[in-house]
Every structure is written in C-alpha cells, then in structure tokens.
C-alpha cells in the first residue's frame, strides 16, 4: 500500500496516496461515471459536495472533505487506515463482497443482503442491512436516490 506522512495541524496523518489525490483539487479529473466521481470525491454533479455527519476524522483532517475512497481505498477494497491516534478497519465494499457477506452469515448483519435499499439504508441512515447500527467512524452521507444509484453502479462495475 502506498502511503505519505504529513504533518497536519501538529499531527501525524497516514493516507493512501488517493485520500491526497482527492482532498486536492482534483475534480476537473474526468472521471467515467457519476458513480467513480462521487466514490473518489464526494461531489455531486454540480461539482457541490455532498454533506454528511460523523465519520472518523469529524473535520480535523483534509478541510476538502471525505470521500468513500479516503476510507474504503481506491479500488473500495477496504483496509486499515490510520487516522490520528486511531486505528481503523475499513471494510470492503466491492458489491460481490457486500453481497457474499451477507450470503454466507460471515457479514455484520443475522439477517439481510445488500440491495439498493439496504445500501441506502447502511450509507445514509447508517444501519447494517440486519439493522444494527455502522460504527460512528462511517459517516452518514446524504445522498439522494440518483446519486446513491451511481454509486452502486459503480461498486458493482469493480473486479474482486
Ligand atoms: C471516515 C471513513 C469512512 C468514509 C469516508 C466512508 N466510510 Fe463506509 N465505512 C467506514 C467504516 C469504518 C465502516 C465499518 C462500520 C461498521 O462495521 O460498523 C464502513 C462501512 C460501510 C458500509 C457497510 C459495509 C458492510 O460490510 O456492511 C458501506 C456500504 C459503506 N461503508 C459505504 C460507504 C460509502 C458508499 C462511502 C462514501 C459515500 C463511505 N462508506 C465512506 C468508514 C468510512
């Protein structure tokens, strides 16, 4: 995994190279679909970012903002990430995993499988298809129903 240290407001950060990538003002990057857009900037198609609550760095880290791949890496494989003093696992959110989990009881949830309402509800409500509550350090985006589409679309587009 690639991964720069800089000192940020007098603390240690370590991201992927791709959380920089997209905190930098990369949106003129074209990007092939509405879905990898969102995925890698968090910008709707006005270019206006997309708000959300919580999540692990609460705007201490990169004034530009979150994005799904600041997190979740940039092929949504998931990983450790390291984030001031805290340490957190990422999950893959390739749409086969998400799905397989689910399938195979190996998942979060007794109950349930991804589809684009369970999606909406993990993304934006922030609930595990089961119910059980996301941990706070993922944050609650809110996403309309066409852009949440997209994004599905794209997480289903990507190779395990
Ligand atoms: C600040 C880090 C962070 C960002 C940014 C982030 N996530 Fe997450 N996400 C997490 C963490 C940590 C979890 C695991 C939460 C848990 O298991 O309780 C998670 C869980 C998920 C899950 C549930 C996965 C499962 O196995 O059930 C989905 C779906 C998801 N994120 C999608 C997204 C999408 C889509 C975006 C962008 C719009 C995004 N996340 C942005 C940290 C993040």
């Known amino acids: 995994m690639r991964s720069w240290v800089i000192p940020a407001g007098g603390v240690v950060v370590v991201v992927v190279g791709i959380a920089l990538a997209v905190a930098g003002s990369t949106f003129d990057h074209r990007f092939e679909t509405d879905g990898e857009r969102i995925y890698f900037t968090g910008r709707n198609e006005k270019g206006q970012r997309i708000a959300y609550e919580g999540g692990a ?37 390739r749409w086969a995993t998400l799905v397989a989990e689910a399938e195979d009881g190996h998942g979060h949830g007794e109950s349930g499988t991804y589809d684009l309402a369970t999606f909406r509800q993990a993304v934006v409500v922030g609930e595990h298809p089961g119910g059980e509550p996301l941990n706070d350090l993922m944050p609650r985006w809110q996403l309309n129903d066409r852009d949440l589409a997209a994004l599905a679309e794209y997480l289903q587009s990507l190779e395990k």
Not at 60 to 80: D, V
């Open 57 to 93: 760095t609460s705007g201490l880290m990169m004034a530009g903002g979150l994005s799904c791949a600041s997190c979740h890496g940039g092929n949504a494989e998931g990983g450790r990430r390291r984030m001031h003093m805290l340490v957190m696992d990422a999950p893959d959110i």
